[in-house]
């Protein structure tokens, strides 16, 4: 059995994207892996309800809101050149946010974990804007919603191959939520360079961590060891959210980190062990990207035994990827001046 509730709801296959590589696709290969390796009865299933729009206000303006319905109403078009819309994407995106909102109650009352697996992805939408396939921010709302309703503080991790720049723009000036964010660089959105680190009261609370294409896992278990858990560690989150995009996999056509899914693995357990010592193991993880149909559901199922305190239950071969080492020790260093890490 998993102890990690799965948040699903076939409504999320009706934003319909035709041949983007954000498509309906993705959450069929993984519900469809966890049937052929006979896991879908060992997971608590729930499905979600639509996320009330008062959530949806709270970050972002209603302008953009009604701008998004207005537009699938009408039959769907574009939000940006990469963003399309259908006639039921506002209430899959809806019913996205709401999937958060019910695994953050889950995870509150059952001091357990939940993984929202959804779409449209969220991490990229400003508070005014859609953009990178991405309608409304699901990680934010869910942030929002947790500090309104449950906790005084909330970490929010980022291990999607782009930065989410998104979250980053709605917490920016907070000191409630730190926000960090492991990506590639160069890459889209083209955010997310070191020197981001918030303003005001959220200064420090804005973690970038940009790597070069090709940093493997090691990089990535260095960016973990030496500067992402230690800060986590000063900050003592009563929640993490995960923003949980596979696109940093070798084989995802988006991106270039060249990870393997053992990688998925050894994060989500590093972060489990956060919420384990701080707040009773409360960690909630949401789908972002993750564009190839066979490797994400082995990532996924990663993340799940990760969390779980599992065994990994896919090891890929991986071949190291390029030394960052010195960059990594200097990016501590500068973080060290915000944290004492
Ligand atoms: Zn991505």
Redesign the pocket.
């Known amino acids: 059995m998993f102890n990690t509730f799965l948040l699903y709801h076939e409504d999320f296959l009706k934003h319909d994207t035709g041949l983007h590589p954000e498509n309906r696709d993705r959450l069929t290969s993984i519900m469809g892996y966890l049937k052929s390796e006979e896991f879908l009865d060992d997971f608590e299933l729930i499905r979600p309800n639509p996320a009330r729009l008062d959530w949806i206000k709270r970050i972002h303006e209603e302008e953009y809101i009604s701008y998004v319905e207005t537009l699938c109403s009408s039959g769907g078009g574009y939000l940006d050149m990469d963003t399309p819309v259908s006639a039921e994407s506002y209430k899959a995106a809806l019913l996205a946010a709401g999937a958060i909102l019910k695994g953050i109650d889950l995870t509150f009352q059952h001091k357990r974990p939940a993984f929202a697996l959804v779409r449209p992805?969220g991490h990229h939408a400003e508070r005014s804007r859609g953009m990178?396939f991405c309608l409304f921010n699901n990680v934010a709302i869910g942030a929002r919603y947790a500090l309104e309703e449950y906790c005084k503080s909330v970490a929010i991790v980022d291990w999607?191959?782009?930065h989410g720049n998104g979250t980053q723009e709605v917490f920016y000036s907070s000191n409630q939520v730190l926000f960090i964010s492991i990506h590639q660089s160069p890459l889209y959105p083209g955010t997310g360079n070191y020197t981001e680190i918030g303003s005001g009261e959220g200064k420090g609370y804005t973690i970038n961590i940009p790597v070069p294409p090709g940093t493997g896992d090691s990089g990535c278990i260095q960016a973990f060891n030496e500067i992402i858990t230690p800060i986590l560690h000063e900050f003592r989150p009563e929640l993490i959210l995960i923003s949980s995009?596979f696109?940093g996999h070798n084989d995802d056509m988006?991106?270039g980190l060249t990870l393997s899914c053992n990688v998925y693995h050894t994060m989500a357990s590093a972060l489990f062990k956060i919420a384990e010592k701080y707040s009773g193991g409360r960690i909630v993880a949401t789908l972002?990207?993750?564009y190839d149909l066979t490797a994400i559901p082995k990532c996924f199922i990663n993340t799940i035994c990760g969390i779980e305190k599992k065994e990994p239950y896919v090891v890929e071969n991986h071949k190291d990827g390029r030394e960052i080492y010195d960059r990594l020790r200097n990016l501590k260093s500068f973080f060290n001046r915000l944290w004492n890490i």
């Open positions: 992805p990178g999607d191959v782009h995009g696109d988006l991106g972002e990207g993750g």
